[in-house]
């Protein structure tokens, strides 16, 4: 689990976790007590962990930065808080 960021209207904090089984990238929900995580939404190939996230408390969108040789550059990607659905994928350099 990668790119922690507290959501301070909620009070809840966040993380991307990397499933190396299905090759995909899963929001989560993290218990910081019991080290519990719960994944939200059905995941997304988008992300390759190790940059960096902040949450749009307005918006309620969970946005996170990583490196891709694909993209030839980072990009910044947004996930939906409640579904965990994919809102945007935006290169940025």
Do not use: H
């Not at 910081?32 to 190790?50: D, H, K, L, M, Y």
């Not at 307005?58 to 040789?69: A, E, G, K, P, V």
């Amino acid at each position: 689990i990668v790119n922690f960021s507290f959501d301070n209207s909620s009070g809840i904090l966040y993380g991307l976790l990397q499933d190396n089984n299905v090759q995909k990238y899963f929001l989560v929900t993290l218990n910081p007590t019991t080290g519990t995580n719960v994944r939200i939404g059905s995941g997304t190939t988008f992300g390759v962990g190790g940059g960096s996230s902040t949450i749009d408390e307005i918006n309620q969108q969970y946005i996170y930065l990583y490196s891709s040789s694909n993209a030839g550059g980072y990009v910044i990607t947004t996930l939906d808080i409640a579904t965990g659905n994919l809102t945007c994928t935006c290169r940025t350099f």
